[in-house]
T-cell receptor, first 112, second 115 residues
Framework: DTGVSQDPRHKITKRGQNVTFRCDPI?????LYWYRQTLGQGPEFLTY????????KSRLLSDRFSAERPKGSFSTLEIQRTEQGDSAMYLC??????????FGPGTRLTVT | AQSVAQPEDQVNVAEGNPLTVKCTYS??????LFWYVQYPNRGLQFLLK??????LVKGSYGFEAEFNKSQTSFHLKKPSALVSDSALYFC?????????????FGSGTRLSIRP
């Protein structure tokens, strides 16, 4: 499968714990995006990488959130001290240049 | 600021009938418009895009969309609906004010096709 993959698919954690998600983009895509989707809403942009550089971050990305793409390939999104409001689907997408974005299956986070 | 609006939360259509899912946009400059579909517990799948050229854009699974500049609309259409088309559909626009070319999504329209 050469699409975008994300791991894990589901994560249940207790409030206050840290969680980390991984995204593997389509191999030839140099652009990688993270979005967050809550129930009944469209995805909202969180952050963007071009190769290994994080070039844009949304105001939605509080200081508890950090994302990396150390070698310009896979990316990780970490949430520290999780809160119940962090419960959502976290989507990763990749694209080539300014073309359409291809999305992974998402990681569903539930904070109890 | 760029935005899209999907005025219908839900659209119900009988199998075999034509379907339309509505979308209007607000952009400064030329719009880059997209339609995505989301099946339960799945990520979004790209259906089609409009960047320039013909106003009628053909995409995956028999879907097409009509770009109408005067009405600032980009409605998704299919001549004959299938039960398997039942899903959540998102209209989206590329944010040209962003160096990231991030996508701004509408709130989604749930399409339900009854047998």
């Amino acid at each position: 499968d050469t699409g975008v993959s994300q791991d894990p698919r589901h994560k249940i954690t207790k409030r206050g714990q840290n969680v980390t998600f991984r995204c593997d983009p389509i191999s030839e895509h140099n652009r990688l995006y993270w979005y967050r989707q809550t129930l009944g809403q469209g995805p909202e942009f969180l952050t963007y990488f071009q190769n290994e550089a994080q070039l844009e971050k949304s105001r939605l990305l509080s200081d508890r959130f950090s994302a990396e793409r150390p070698k310009g390939s896979f990316s990780t999104l970490e949430i520290q001290r999780t809160e119940q409001g962090d419960s959502a689907m976290y989507l990763c997408a990749s694209s080539e240049k300014n073309y359409e974005q291809y999305f992974g299956p998402g990681t569903r986070l539930t904070v109890t | 600021a760029q935005s899209v609006a999907q005025p219908e939360d839900q659209v119900n259509v009988a199998e075999g009938n034509p379907l339309t899912v509505k979308c209007t946009y607000s952009v400064s400059g030329n719009p880059y418009l997209f339609w995505y579909v989301q099946y339960p517990n799945r990520g979004l799948q790209f259906l089609l895009k409009y960047i320039t050229g013909d106003n009628l854009v053909k995409g995956s699974y028999g879907f097409e969309a009509e770009f109408n500049k005067s009405q600032t609309s980009f409605h998704l259409k299919k001549p004959s609906a299938l039960v398997s088309d039942s899903a959540l559909y998102f209209c989206a626009v590329r944010d040209i004010g962003s160096s990231a070319s991030k996508i701004i999504f509408g709130s989604g329209t749930r399409l339900s096709i009854r047998p």
